[in-house]
Nanobody, 122 residues
Framework: QVQLVESGGGLVQAGGSLRLSCAAS????????MGWFRQAPGKGREFVAV????????YVGDSMKGRFTISRDNAKNMVYLQMNSLKPEDTAVYYC???????????????WGQGTQVTVSS
């Protein structure tokens, strides 16, 4: 059974930083791309970043580029999202997800975590 468990969310002031973690189990972690998505109240799910199964191959969404960094540790079955220079508009529930494809489309992710809340105050 595949499980993805996020942690590290919380309340932070604008300009601050948070590091989200996602622990994966139940499938061969290094065979799958890992993505982060977010969903703000009343909005659809938005792509944030993806890390390929090959360590070091990553892509970050345009609105987050330069502020967010995704990384993974295949030995620990972990994926991380380092978020710097946070803005109030980054407030959302953040989800990690697993996909057999290196993709930005949420439709191609077959397993999802339960989400972790990030709130950025102004």
């Amino acid at each position: 059974q595949v499980q993805l468990v996020e942690s590290g969310g919380g309340l932070v002031q604008a300009g601050g930083s948070l590091r989200l973690s996602c622990a994966a189990s139940g499938r061969t972690f290094s065979n799958y791309a890992m993505g982060w998505f977010r969903q703000a109240p009343g909005k659809g799910r938005e792509f944030v970043a993806v890390a390929s199964w090959s360590v070091g191959v990553t892509y970050v969404g345009d609105s987050m580029k330069g502020r967010f960094t995704i990384s993974r540790d295949n030995a620990k079955n972990m994926v991380y999202l380092q978020m710097n220079s946070l803005k109030p508009e980054d407030t959302a529930v953040y989800y990690c997800a697993s996909s057999p494809r290196y993709t930005t489309s949420s439709l191609e992710y077959d397993y999802w975590g339960q989400g972790t809340q990030v709130t950025v105050s102004s």
